[in-house]
């Protein structure tokens, strides 16, 4: 079975810095998807990145980048350049089972 | 622009009444879903489609039933609702199996 860890329930990072938001999966697919998502206090659901098991790079969307280990398990959201915008509720999610398992969340707070 | 649309963002029903939660998707996705958010626990899958007429539980299907009769609507029944069920209700669409998911904007349910 698949499973996501977020072992970070709240996270507060200065405007303008880097901030790493841990994710650690579990799974026994040899292939697999990882996702991060971000919900804002308006409640939708915003997807951000994706990153492939077989992707030889890591993944960047902009401010945003994976960082996959993959013998680690671990797929971290690195959010460069922090932005007040940027705080809400961050969800990484895996692929299996023909659906997406997501983990319990990290409450990001950008302070000005 | 792909859009998913959920019918009410706030309901308020009480214990025993039969609620229906209708989601709309314009992007001809063939794969749908329903989650329920909850504080600490993330997200979890109720049910989700295929295809017309198709549908599998999820983590946790008690309680609740679904109906697809058309591609683009697939709806959340609560059959008799209970106290338990007062959550967040997220409606979820995806082109293929294991792709990204596009969420509506929630539904927050209170029974009472």
């Known amino acids: 079975a698949q499973k996501i860890t977020q072992t970070q329930p709240g996270m507060f990072v200065q405007e303008k810095e880097a901030v790493t938001l841990d994710c650690t999966y579990d799974t026994s697919d040899p292939s697999y998807g990882l996702f991060w998502y971000k919900q804002p206090s308006s409640g939708e659901m915003i997807f951000l990145i994706y990153q492939g098991s077989y992707d030889q790079q890591n993944a960047t969307e902009g401010r945003y980048s994976l960082n996959f280990q993959k013998a680690r398990k671990s797929a971290n959201l690195v959010i460069s350049a922090s932005q007040l915008g940027d705080s809400a509720m961050y969800f990484c999610a895996i692929t299996g089972a023909n659906n997406l398992f997501f983990g319990t969340g990290t409450r990001l707070t950008v302070i000005p | 622009d792909v859009k998913v649309t959920q019918s009410s963002r706030y309901l308020v029903k009480r214990t025993g009444e039969k609620v229906f939660l209708e989601c709309v998707q314009d992007?001809?996705?063939?794969?749908m879903f329903w989650y329920r958010q909850d504080p600490g626990l993330g997200l979890r899958l109720i049910y989700f489609?295929?295809?017309?007429?198709?549908?599998e539980k999820g983590d946790i299907p008690e309680g609740y039933s679904v109906s697809r009769e058309k591609k683009e609507r697939f709806s959340l029944i609560l059959e008799s609702a209970s106290t338990n069920q007062t959550s967040m209700y997220l409606c979820?669409?995806?082109?293929?199996?294991?792709?990204?998911?596009?969420f509506g904007s929630g539904t927050q349910l209170s029974v009472l």
């Open positions: 489609s295929y295809d017309v007429k198709m549908k």
């Open positions: 992007m001809d996705h063939e794969n």
């Open positions: 979820a669409s995806s082109i293929g199996r294991d792709e990204k998911l596009f």
